[in-house]
């Protein structure tokens, strides 16, 4: 079975920065993708950003593209999201998953998923 593990969340102010790390315990086919969504209070989980173990091209919402990035080491096994100039908007619960095509957005595209770490920015 697929763990994903992420970490990282906590509460800052709007224009901080903040990284989340998500470490997978392989990095096979199943993993090929890794993915970064989010969920806010009454919203339905959103796609965030993606990449790749393999090519390395990152995919980005609109919502967070220029603001967000994700990273990977595979060495590691883990992908990282940096977030710069956090709006309050960005508060929700982040989750990191695993799939087989990071060009995919949908959540249902996603295999294994990891508990979810909060991000609250205040105003």
């Known amino acids: 079975q697929v763990q994903v593990v992420e970490s990282g969340g906590g509460l800052v102010q709007a224009g901080d920065s903040l990284r989340l790390s998500c470490t997978a315990s392989?990095?096979?086919?199943?993993?090929?993708?890794m993915g970064w969504f989010r969920q806010a209070p009454g919203k339905e989980r959103e796609f965030v950003a993606a990449t790749s173990w393999t090519t390395g091209r990152t995919y980005y919402a609109d919502s967070v593209n220029g603001r967000f990035t994700i990273s990977k080491d595979n060495a590691k096994i883990t992908v990282y999201l940096q977030m710069n100039s956090l709006k309050p908007e960005d508060t929700a619960v982040y989750y990191c998953?695993?799939?087989?095509?990071?060009?995919?957005?949908?959540?249902?595209?996603?295999?294994?998923w990891g508990q979810g770490t909060q991000v609250t920015v205040s105003s």
């Open positions: 998953a695993a799939g087989r095509n990071p060009t995919k957005k949908a959540v249902n595209e996603y295999d294994y």
């Open positions: 392989e990095r096979t086919f199943r993993t090929y993708a």
